[in-house]
């Protein structure tokens, strides 16, 4: 009986240890600066704040607030008299062969009275598998537009 309660827990032992696998994406047919445009608009009509945007990287930021996970935050990550806490999404972009890669992750930042900067990775599931749904959702809605013919990207149709 306890080489099976063994096995098991051998088993199951690196299933648990798994850590979320930061989203990412490969978008065929695509160029980098529509995939930043995308992740760009997303942010803005969510209400981030585009904090840097280069050809590789855009990092998007959203306050907490006063909400109640804004107090957690304060309590458990950050001193006192830190800043409030922003949630910061990393994407980060490569092109290669008519194709796009693009990789996201958040983390909380804020900065103590000193000028130091606090910054606390966020890797729990259910936001890791939001962040998938946000890109798989960029993904199809830019394949889409990369497998329309040219004229009706840009709008022109022919007349009935």
């Known amino acids: 009986m306890k080489r099976i309660v063994l096995a098991v827990s051998i088993a199951v032992a690196p299933l648990s240890a798994l850590a979320a696998q930061a989203p990412q994406v490969t978008i065929e047919g695509a160029k980098t600066e529509d995939a930043r445009f995308e992740v760009a608009q997303r942010c ?18 959203k306050p907490l607030g006063d909400s109640a996970r804004a107090e957690l935050v304060r309590l458990l990550a950050a001193s006192p008299s830190s800043t409030d806490p922003h949630m910061k999404l990393r994407y980060s972009f490569a092109e290669s062969g008519g194709r796009v890669l693009i990789s996201a992750d958040a983390y909380l930042e804020s900065q103590a009275a000193g000028g130091r900067v606090d910054r606390t990775p966020l890797t729990n599931d259910k936001l890791m598998a939001q962040g998938q749904q946000v890109l798989d959702g960029i993904k ?14 840009a709008g022109l149709r022919r007349p009935n």
């Open 140 to 153: 199809a809605k830019l394949e889409r537009r990369a497998a329309a013919p040219a004229k009706e990207r």
């Open 44 to 61: 803005t009509s969510t209400g981030g704040v585009i904090e840097e945007n280069t050809p590789h990287q855009l990092i998007c930021s």
